[in-house]
């Protein structure tokens, strides 16, 4: 079993910058892929970022890709999303993600084996 728990969200202005982390707690949490994903009011959860358990492999989706940075830290077991130059329709609620196949996240998100309760980023124009 693998628990997860973000932090980090908030309210922030266009252009401005927030990093979020992912907590990852269990005895194999640091073998696995990471990832985030968003869901926006009245819109399907959307993959936004994935990290390999080496990290040696990142995977954005487009409308991130230039300004978010997935990271981790395997001895404190957390993942981060570092985002820069917000914009408004950035606005959703994050969910950090964990599977131990990187290409589930894009393939069958809904099959992901571990996902946390989510944390609120707020984008105003």
């Known amino acids: 079993q693998v628990q997860l728990v973000e932090s980090g969200g908030g309210l922030v202005q266009a252009g401005g910058s927030l990093r979020l982390s992912c907590a990852a707690s269990?005895?194999?949490?640091?073998?696995?892929?990471m990832g985030w994903f968003r869901q926006a009011p009245g819109k399907e959860r959307e993959f936004v970022a994935a990290?390999?358990?080496?990290?040696?492999?990142?995977v954005y989706a487009n409308s991130v890709k230039g300004r978010f940075t997935i990271s981790r830290d395997n001895p404190k077991n957390t993942v981060y999303l570092q985002m820069n130059s917000l914009k408004p329709e950035d606005t959703a609620v994050y969910y950090c993600a964990a599977d131990l196949n990187v290409h589930v996240f894009i393939s069958s998100p809904y099959e992901t084996d571990y996902w946390g309760q989510g944390t609120q980023v707020t984008v105003s124009s």
């Open positions: 990290i390999t358990w080496g990290g040696g492999s990142l």
């Open positions: 269990g005895r194999t949490a640091s073998t696995y892929a």
